[in-house]
């Protein structure tokens, strides 16, 4: 039996896979490779298809016995998803279905989602829990809650056995320095660091300096990819022993601003750059920080890697030596 991985040539893709090998499992890496990397796919075999052609999902299954699905083969833009929204409604919500038809002829029913924290929308209160109201106020989140709402529906009329993982911010890098984070165009604040650290941009943006936190910059929670990846295969474990499916949050629990992940990246780089104080985006919180209590209770999941300058060091080893 095997562990087929959608989007496994992407960031944390490529992280789950990589420990799903370490566990013993045998993987399929499905991707399209429009935004993830054939050089991160270092374990198990590779298939290059798109979950837009029923063809290729379909050989996949024909070809390999695969017993579950991990689905990270999201576009996830905010800003793109704005200006394109059909670009996000197809691939995101019309690709899972294509996903989710496959899975049914082939008697496959177990899938472990990548949903996100943009699903809760403009939170009422932090740290946010599973149980908070869910108002998405971009069509990437909307998508990412359609597609939670569709599993429901397909466990109550087909028996679809789920794990919805809603991640905060994914961080960090292997620590052993054999995959990371690489994005084109690249959106995430720490590889954004990283490149001012050492010399790809002349400078690091920070958008907003006024707001009602302790530095007045936007407060995040940070979680290690790695952190991650193991949380990804308790829920499989959990799913493979009859648990009920389930939504679980996934982040530290501990905020930092960006002013503390500039400051930490100068420590751990031993460099400075110049850092440029812009105006607030639009439609950025304050604070947005995830109680992941539910997935450390059910699932047993305990972050490892929690501290700011561990997470950081390690996305500098991998980013120092990157080949992709």
Same mark, same amino acid.
């Given at each position: 039996?095997? +562990?087929?991985?959608?989007?496994?040539?992407? $960031?944390?893709?490529?992280?789950?896979?990589?420990?799903?090998?370490?566990?013993?499992?045998?993987?399929?890496?499905? /991707?399209?490779?429009?935004?993830?990397?054939?050089?991160?796919? =270092?374990?198990?075999?590779?298939? #290059?298809?798109?979950?837009?052609?029923?063809?290729?999902?379909?050989?996949?299954?024909?070809?390999?016995? +695969?017993? @579950?699905?991990?689905?990270?083969?999201?576009?996830?833009?905010? %800003?793109?998803?704005?200006?394109?929204?059909?670009?996000?409604?197809?691939?995101?919500?019309?690709?899972?279905?294509?996903?989710?038809?496959?899975?049914?002829?082939? %008697?496959?029913?177990?899938?472990?989602?990548?949903?996100?924290?943009?699903?809760?929308?403009?939170?009422?209160?932090?740290?946010?829990?599973? /149980?908070?109201?869910?108002?998405? +106020?971009?069509? $990437?989140?909307?998508?990412?809650?359609?597609?939670?709402?569709?599993?429901?529906?397909?466990?109550? @009329?087909? !028996?679809?056995?789920?794990?919805?993982?809603? $991640?905060?911010? @994914? @961080?960090?890098?292997?620590?052993? !320095?054999?995959?990371?984070?690489?994005?084109?165009?690249?959106?995430?604040?720490?590889?954004?660091?990283?490149?001012?650290?050492?010399?790809?941009?002349?400078?690091?943006?920070?958008?907003?300096?006024? $707001? /009602?936190?302790?530095?007045?910059?936007?407060?995040?929670?940070?979680?290690?990819?790695?952190?991650?990846?193991?949380?990804?295969?308790?829920?499989?474990?959990?799913?493979?022993?009859? %648990?009920?499916?389930?939504?679980?949050?996934? !982040?530290?629990?501990?905020?930092?601003?960006?002013?503390?992940?500039?400051?930490?990246?100068?420590?751990?780089?031993?460099?400075?750059?110049?850092?440029?104080?812009?105006?607030?985006?639009? !439609?950025?919180?304050?604070?947005?920080?995830?109680?992941?209590?539910?997935? #450390?209770?059910?699932?047993?999941?305990?972050?490892?890697?929690?501290?700011?300058?561990?997470?950081?060091?390690?996305?500098? =080893?991998?980013?120092?030596?990157?080949?992709?």
């Amino acid at each position: 039996m095997a +562990i087929l991985v959608c989007g496994g040539a992407g $960031y944390i893709g490529s992280h789950i896979n990589k420990q799903l090998n370490i566990e013993g499992y045998d993987t399929i890496v499905f /991707d399209n490779l429009i935004y993830g990397h054939r050089e991160a796919v =270092k374990w198990g075999e590779f298939v #290059q298809g798109d979950l837009a052609n029923h063809i290729d999902i379909e050989a996949a299954f024909e070809k390999y016995d +695969i017993e @579950a699905v991990f689905h990270f083969a999201a576009y996830a833009y905010v %800003g793109e998803s704005v200006e394109e929204p059909e670009k996000y409604y197809y691939n995101n919500v019309v690709n899972t279905l294509n996903l989710l038809k496959v899975m049914r002829s082939h %008697g496959c029913n177990k899938i472990i989602f990548s949903s996100t924290c943009a699903t809760y929308g403009e939170p009422e209160k932090v740290p946010i829990t599973e /149980d908070m109201p869910q108002n998405p +106020i971009n069509p $990437y989140g909307v998508t990412k809650l359609t597609v939670e709402r569709i599993f429901k529906d397909y466990a109550k @009329a087909y !028996g679809l056995k789920f794990a919805v993982l809603r $991640y905060f911010n @994914a @961080a960090g890098a292997d620590p052993d !320095g054999e995959i990371g984070e690489s994005h084109n165009p690249e959106t995430h604040i720490i590889p954004l660091v990283l490149d001012a650290a050492s010399g790809v941009r002349p400078d690091i943006k920070i958008f907003g300096t006024d $707001y /009602d936190t302790p530095d007045g910059s936007c407060i995040r929670d940070y979680i290690h990819v790695s952190d991650l990846a193991d949380a990804h295969l308790l829920a499989l474990h959990y799913l493979e022993n009859g %648990g009920e499916s389930d939504f679980f949050n996934l !982040g530290n629990a501990i905020g930092t601003s960006v002013l503390e992940v500039v400051n930490s990246a100068k420590k751990v780089t031993g460099r400075d750059f110049a850092v440029v104080h812009a105006p607030r985006r639009s !439609g950025d919180p304050a604070k947005l920080v995830g109680s992941s209590e539910k997935a #450390q209770r059910i699932l047993g999941w305990k972050p490892k890697y929690g501290d700011i300058d561990t997470i950081i060091a390690h996305a500098w =080893k991998w980013h120092e030596n990157a080949e992709y």
